[in-house]
């Protein structure tokens, strides 16, 4: 039977398969597995608070489980109780360390409650377990772009774009960090290659848009400051 609704799980059947845990929980309430499995499909159907409630009887059966404190995590998090899923992600990283999917998603829940030097961490942790993490590599860069520190963010922007040069939100970011430091054909050359890979990308568009204002407005200012010393 478990096999069965594992099966159909496979295959987006959530009603069925829920019956069958469901039918599986009451010949064996201690069917850890089955609690487990039953949660993840009533997150699936956004009965989230079965969902909850079906994790934590799986925890008590199983206290040293990890995954199923992010699995908590995720369901809080969709629920916008950003408290309760900082708390799961913790207690899932409490049992295992080198945990990056539930570092990432501790970093990203911190960052909605402003904790942002704590999220900073994570997302380092987290990158340093999973060196391709590319995700992680772009949040933690835009935190570290507002922080001002320009040169790590673009070290991790560049890092992306060696494996993913497709990436086009990294060129825009690339784009502002040039902007900051003065490096305005730069930053208009990031841009540009931006729109080659999406023509229509509303976002560089309007961030070229500036840009060239503020190159034609400096280039302005030149010419008029040389006409004054002519």
């Given amino acids: ?3 069965l609704a594992n099966t159909l799980v496979q295959r987006n059947c959530w009603d069925e398969a829920a019956n069958i845990y469901r039918h599986l929980l009451r010949l064996d309430p201690n069917r850890a597995e089955a609690y487990f499995n039953l949660g993840g499909v009533l997150n699936k159907q956004g009965k989230l608070d079965e969902a909850v409630n079906s994790f934590r009887t799986f925890a008590q059966l199983v206290p040293d489980n990890a995954q199923v404190h992010f699995s908590l995590g995720n369901t809080f998090k969709k629920q916008g109780h950003l408290d309760e899923a900082i708390a799961s992600f913790r207690e ?4 295992q ?3 990056p999917e539930a570092l990432y998603n501790l970093a990203n829940s911190l960052v909605e409650c402003q904790q942002i030097d704590e999220a900073i961490l994570y997302y380092e942790r987290a990158i340093a377990i999973e060196q391709d993490f590319n995700q ?3 949040n933690l860069a835009v935190l570290l772009i ?14 992306i774009l060696e494996v993913q040069p497709n990436y086009i939100e990294c060129y825009c970011r690339l784009g502002t ?3 900051h430091q003065g490096k305005l054909p730069e930053a208009i050359n990031a841009l540009q290659q931006a729109l080659q890979i999406q023509p229509n990308y509303a976002s560089a568009h309007y961030q070229l848009y ?7 407005l400096a280039a302005s200012r030149q010419a ?4 004054v010393h002519f």
């Fill in 1 to 3: 039977h478990l096999s």
């Fill in 92 to 95: 899932a990283i409490a049992r």
């Fill in 97 to 99: 360390a080198n945990y």
């Fill in 136 to 138: 992680a590599k772009f």
């Fill in 146 to 159: 507002d922080r001002g520190n320009f040169e790590l963010a673009s070290r991790y922007l560049q890092q």
């Fill in 177 to 179: 960090i040039l902007q």
């Fill in 210 to 216: 500036n840009l060239l204002s503020v190159q034609d």
């Fill in 224 to 227: 008029a400051e040389s006409f």
